[in-house]
């Protein structure tokens, strides 16, 4: 019965998730769920670990080439190079962070339970979620689809 879904509160899964971090804040308003995030905090993005350089995810809305994209990734190199400039001036990387965008790249693990999935895909892969909070909720949930497609395999059609 697909209506009894208290017993799978007993069974979670955990996905490591790369986007920006703009989504990131969404996606910790889950509140039953654990998460590790990558830290701005302590990550110094000038260090070689890094690459010397940040990292940015493009917005899915902003087409390349669009003058909305050429905005977005003239501002995204403005952001790396004063982000740099606070480092070399002795910012350290938990001051220098204060200049990071939504786009910048960041990692988080997210463990939830299948029932807390559930709701999860309910409300991030509606039309009303935000464009790149529902991309990568869709990437989660055909993962789900292909390997629990008993639990997960009608959740578009109940949006």
Same mark, same amino acid.
């Given at each position: ?75 995204? /190199?403005?952001? $790396?190079?004063? %982000? &740099?400039? #606070?480092?070399?001036?002795?910012? =350290? ?38 464009? /790149?909070?529902? $991309?990568?909720? %869709? &990437?989660? #949930?055909?993962?789900?689809?292909? =390997? ?12």
């Amino acid at each position: 019965n697909r209506n009894h879904v208290s017993v799978i509160e007993h069974e979670s899964i955990s996905v490591r998730i790369i986007c920006d971090r703009g989504v990131t804040h969404e996606i910790v308003r889950h509140r039953i769920a654990s998460y590790s995030q990558e830290s701005t905090r302590y990550c110094n993005y000038s260090n070689d670990k890094f690459g010397n350089e940040l990292t940015f995810i493009k917005p899915c809305f902003f087409e390349e080439g669009s003058k909305g994209y050429e905005i977005w990734k003239k501002s995204m /190199q403005n952001i $790396e190079n004063e %982000y &740099m400039e #606070l480092i070399e001036v002795g910012a =350290k990387p938990q001051e220098a962070r204060s200049i990071l965008p939504n786009s910048i790249k960041t990692e988080i693990v997210m463990t939830m339970n299948l029932r807390e999935w559930r709701h999860f895909f309910l409300l991030r892969c509606d039309k009303a979620a935000h464009p /790149q909070m529902r $991309e990568v909720a %869709y &990437m989660i #949930l055909d993962i789900f689809k292909e =390997k629990l497609p008993l639990l997960f395999d009608n959740i578009v059609e109940e949006l």
